[in-house]
Each structure stands twice: as structure tokens, then as C-alpha cells.
């Protein structure tokens, strides 16, 4: 069916959905508990569970560095990650547009199976839908994972005296899914990448992780000022610290943009005591999607709730979340 387009006929739920489950889905996806093609998933498990669920609308659909099959088994495995959680399951409900191309389809489903698999997740259960459309196609992830005895790990943790950590550039994903759609010629590439490996490093380390949160819509200002108003604390950070890539640094000269406001789909902030910093740091550095990672702060006390930024000539910005609309369809 490699050439066909998907038409509303797929979503019947008779004898084309289940040639389109058996020969896009179930294919790359296969393992024991879907193989069963029940009507839920039943999978072993105990203790404290954490629950994510993200819905992923970007445009274009396949983008340089990923596709929304990579991108959505990224966010939602960052988000368990985030939490101290080890990923272990994913659902996804696929919304297809009629007129969609099934070549695309399977691409797209090749590399969930092919992220999931990096990323230590198991594909448990799934739905497709088909609406009338061009083409377009949105695709729902939930994700499951088991958070270790005495893991508390959250956006409200933050100490004075925590170091804020980066784990690599500012930006970059933001950049490629603007420059595909403005048509400019850059090989800025998306950073979407699952932080398994990174965070799996750090939490083997017996470091005491006050917070991690993923870099995403919004940017690192969003996030920062997020958890300093959630921890009530004051985050200070130097702006020439942070990571950026000179690619992305003329792009955003170009556009006028900030790379500070621009979303990651594979990078994260993590706030550790300022003892254990440099320690933290190497460790990110060593592990997959981390050697660009910087200390780029410290938590105080001064003014609880605000996001400052030392300027490189010596001035201090304070920093708000993202004003505005950002970049529509981004993730
Ligand atoms: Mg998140």
C-alpha cells in the first residue's frame, strides 16, 4: 500500500484500518503486549508511577534533524524523565488527515519505533483516526514510567546555592522548524532527542538532583522564570554563558530573535547543589546529546521569583516568560 494515499475508507475500522494497522503500525511497533491487539494494555509494573501526555500538531511533519514520530516519542519521554521517572511505556493515538501519503505515514512510524527504542520505551497500545483534510496528520503520546523509592524531583525543589545547568545549545529546534518554513537556506538541524542515557548518568551518580525541566516551547527564559516563581527563589543567570551555536546565533541576528525565547525538543535544565556542579556537568558532558552543556547560573535568595540575566557589559536584564504568541506549531 506504499503508494496509496490514506482516504476516509482507513478509518472505517473494516477490512482497510486493519490492512493499514498490520502494514504501517504493527510492523514497526511489534512487540508482546501489542501483539495481542486487545482492547487495552495489560503491563507489569508497582510502585510510584508517574503519567505524561502531550499532543504533537507540527508543521512541516518532517524536518531537518527528526520528524513528528521522533518528536513525539522525545517529549514524552523527557517529560517522565524530568520527574526521575524511568520511561517504560508509550500509547500513541495517530489523527490522520485524508490524502496523507502512507509513504510518509511509515516513515514516520519507523522512526517512533526507532526512537522508542533508543529511548528504552515499549509502544504498548495505539488508535488511528482519519478526518477529512490535506494531508495533514497529529499524533497524541502518552507515556509511563516508574519513579525509583525516594526520587522527589520537581520545579518547586530549587535551593539558594544551586547551580543551573544547561545540557547543551539554545534553539536549535526552534531554528530548523522556522527556517524549513520561511524556506532559508540554513543546515540548522532540530535537536529532538530523547535524554534517557543523559538523565539515567546523572541519577546513577548519587547526586542530589533538585529539579530537572525540559527546554521546550517558550525557551529557557520561559522555563527559568517558571521555576523561579515556582520555587520562589531568584535565578541568575550570564547570558554569555549560555550555549548557542553560531548558526543559530546569525539566524536569530536575521530574524531578530532571541535564542533565549526559542524551543528545544532535546535539551534540559537541571539545578543541582552548586558543590556538585562541576561534577554534574561532566557527567552530562560525557553522555549522548550533552557535550555542548554549560553552567550557566546560580539560585539566590534576593528577589524571590525573578529570572535575572547579566548582560556582557556588565547590565542585568530581568527576564519574563515568553510574551506573545512564540512560534505556532512548533512541537
Ligand atoms: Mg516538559
Same mark, same amino acid.
Given at each position: 500500500?506504499?503508494?496509496?494515499?490514506?482516504?476516509?475508507?482507513?478509518?472505517?475500522?473494516?477490512?482497510?484500518?486493519?490492512?493499514? $494497522?498490520?502494514?504501517?503500525?504493527?510492523?514497526?511497533?511489534?512487540?508482546?503486549?501489542?501483539?495481542?491487539?486487545?482492547? %487495552?494494555?495489560?503491563?507489569?509494573?508497582?510502585?510510584? $508511577?508517574?503519567?505524561?501526555?502531550?499532543? *504533537?500538531?507540527?508543521?512541516?511533519?518532517?524536518?531537518?534533524?527528526?520528524?513528528?514520530?521522533?518528536?513525539?516519542?522525545?517529549?514524552?519521554?523527557?517529560?517522565?524523565?524530568?520527574?526521575?521517572?524511568?520511561?517504560?511505556?508509550?500509547?500513541?493515538? *495517530?489523527?490522520?488527515?485524508?490524502?496523507?501519503?502512507?509513504?510518509?505515514?511509515?516513515?514516520?512510524?519507523?522512526?517512533?519505533?526507532?526512537?522508542?527504542?533508543?529511548?528504552?520505551?515499549?509502544?504498548?497500545?495505539?488508535?488511528?483516526?482519519?478526518?477529512?483534510?490535506?494531508?495533514?496528520?497529529?499524533?497524541?503520546?502518552?507515556?509511563?514510567?516508574?519513579?525509583?523509592?525516594?526520587?522527589?524531583? %520537581?520545579?518547586?525543589?530549587?535551593?539558594?546555592?544551586?547551580?543551573?545547568?544547561?545540557?547543551?545549545?539554545?534553539?536549535?529546534?526552534?531554528?530548523?522548524?522556522?527556517?524549513?518554513?520561511?524556506? $532559508?537556506?540554513?543546515?540548522?538541524?532540530?535537536?529532538?532527542?530523547?535524554?534517557?542515557?543523559?538523565?539515567?548518568?546523572?541519577?546513577?551518580?548519587?547526586?542530589?538532583?533538585?529539579?530537572?525541566?525540559?527546554?521546550?516551547?517558550?525557551?529557557?527564559?520561559?522555563?527559568?522564570?517558571?521555576?523561579?516563581?515556582?520555587?520562589?527563589?531568584?535565578?541568575?543567570?550570564?547570558?554569555?554563558?549560555?550555549?548557542?551555536?553560531?548558526?543559530?546565533?546569525? *539566524?536569530?541576528?536575521?530574524?531578530?530573535?532571541?535564542?533565549?525565547?526559542?524551543?528545544?525538543?532535546?535539551?534540559?535544565?537541571?539545578?543541582?547543589?552548586?558543590?556538585?556542579?562541576?561534577?554534574?556537568?561532566?557527567?552530562?558532558?560525557?553522555?549522548?546529546?550533552?557535550?555542548?552543556?554549560?553552567?550557566?547560573?546560580?539560585?539566590?535568595?534576593?528577589?524571590?521569583?525573578?529570572?535575572?540575566?547579566?548582560?556582557? $557589559?556588565?547590565?542585568?536584564?530581568?527576564?519574563?516568560?515568553?510574551?506573545?504568541?512564540?512560534?505556532?506549531?512548533?512541537?
Amino acid at each position: 500500500m506504499s503508494d496509496q494515499t490514506i482516504t476516509m475508507v482507513h478509518g472505517s475500522g473494516g477490512s482497510a484500518t486493519g490492512e493499514l $494497522i498490520q502494514e504501517v503500525f504493527a510492523k514497526e511497533f511489534r512487540n508482546d503486549t501489542l501483539n495481542k491487539m486487545e482492547d %487495552s494494555a495489560v503491563i507489569p509494573g508497582s510502585g510510584t $508511577i508517574a503519567v505524561t501526555t502531550d499532543s *504533537f500538531v507540527v508543521t512541516p511533519l518532517v524536518f531537518r534533524g527528526g520528524d513528528i514520530g521522533r518528536l513525539c516519542v522525545c517529549g514524552t519521554v523527557n517529560d517522565l524523565l524530568m520527574r526521575g521517572a524511568v520511561p517504560r511505556y508509550l500509547t500513541c493515538g *495517530f489523527i490522520l488527515e485524508e490524502g496523507l501519503s502512507v509513504e510518509l505515514l511509515k516513515k514516520v512510524v519507523r522512526s517512533m519505533a526507532e526512537t522508542a527504542r533508543e529511548a528504552g520505551v515499549t509502544i504498548v497500545a495505539g488508535d488511528t483516526k482519519v478526518v477529512e483534510g490535506s494531508g495533514g496528520m497529529y499524533i497524541n503520546t502518552a507515556g509511563v514510567g516508574f519513579v525509583p523509592e525516594g526520587v522527589e524531583i %520537581s520545579s518547586k525543589k530549587a535551593r539558594a546555592g544551586d547551580a543551573i545547568i544547561v545540557s547543551g545549545t539554545m534553539g536549535d529546534h526552534h531554528a530548523a522548524i522556522l527556517g524549513e518554513r520561511m524556506n $532559508i537556506e540554513t543546515d540548522i538541524a532540530s535537536d529532538n532527542a530523547p535524554l534517557t542515557d543523559m538523565v539515567s548518568a546523572l541519577m546513577d551518580s548519587g547526586i542530589e538532583i533538585h529539579t530537572m525541566r525540559d527546554v521546550t516551547r517558550g525557551g529557557l527564559g520561559t522555563v527559568l522564570k517558571e521555576l523561579a516563581s515556582a520555587s520562589s527563589k531568584t535565578f541568575i543567570i550570564k547570558d554569555a554563558a549560555v550555549p548557542v551555536t553560531p548558526k543559530v546565533k546569525d *539566524f536569530c541576528g536575521l530574524l531578530g530573535l532571541d535564542p533565549v525565547y526559542m524551543g528545544n525538543e532535546g535539551k534540559m535544565v537541571v539545578l543541582v547543589p552548586g558543590a556538585d556542579a562541576e561534577k554534574a556537568l561532566a557527567i552530562i558532558k560525557g553522555s549522548a546529546y550533552g557535550e555542548e552543556a554549560a553552567i550557566i547560573g546560580e539560585v539566590t535568595e534576593e528577589e524571590p521569583g525573578e529570572l535575572l540575566m547579566k548582560t556582557e $557589559i556588565g547590565g542585568i536584564r530581568k527576564l519574563d516568560i515568553l510574551q506573545g504568541e512564540g512560534l505556532p506549531r512548533i512541537c
